[in-house]
Nanobody, 124 residues
Framework: QVQLVDSGGGSVQAGGSLRLSCAASGGTFSSYGMGWFRQAPGKEREFVAAISRSGGTAFYADFVQGRFTISRDNAKNGMYLEMHSLKPEDTAVYYC?????????????????WGQGTQVTVSS
C-alpha cells in the first residue's frame, strides 16, 4: 500500500503564499504520476495540478493562471505545490494523489491513493 501525507495548509490573507507538501511511502514513488486536487464546502472535488513521473511535464487547471507551481523530488519521495497570489476562492481542502498507471491526469478517478487533505483558508 502507498501512503500519502499532505501538509502545509493554513490561513493567509488574500495575495499571500503557501507551500503544500506531500510525503509518500510504501511504494516506488518515481513510477507514479502525481496530482493535487481541492474541494470547497458544497462543491465537487476539482483538479489543481499534475506532474509526470520524472517531473518534466506539469499540467494546471485554468484557474491557476500562473500563480501555482507543482514540483517533485523523487529522491525524497516528495511532491509540492507552491501557491502565490492566493484568492478567497482558493479556500478549500487540498489533497495530494498518486496515479499508479504512471500518468497524472485531471480526472480524480484515475488516481489510486490520496492524502488526508490539508486546509487552506484565504481571507479577504
Amino acid at each position: 500500500q502507498v501512503q500519502l501525507v499532505d501538509s502545509g495548509g493554513g490561513s493567509v490573507q488574500a495575495g499571500g503564499s503557501l507551500r503544500l507538501s506531500c510525503a509518500a511511502s510504501g511504494g516506488t514513488f518515481s513510477s507514479y504520476g502525481m496530482g493535487w486536487f481541492r474541494q470547497a464546502p458544497g462543491k465537487e472535488r476539482e483538479f489543481v495540478a499534475a506532474i509526470s513521473r520524472s517531473g518534466g511535464t506539469a499540467f494546471y487547471a485554468d484557474f491557476v493562471q500562473g500563480r501555482f507551481t507543482i514540483s517533485r523530488d523523487n529522491a525524497k519521495n516528495g511532491m509540492y505545490l507552491e501557491m502565490h497570489s492566493l484568492k478567497p476562492e482558493d479556500t478549500a481542502v487540498y489533497y495530494c494523489a498518486a496515479d499508479l498507471s504512471q500518468y497524472g491526469s485531471s480526472n480524480p478517478n484515475d488516481y489510486d491513493y490520496w492524502g488526508q487533505g490539508t486546509q487552506v483558508t484565504v481571507s479577504s
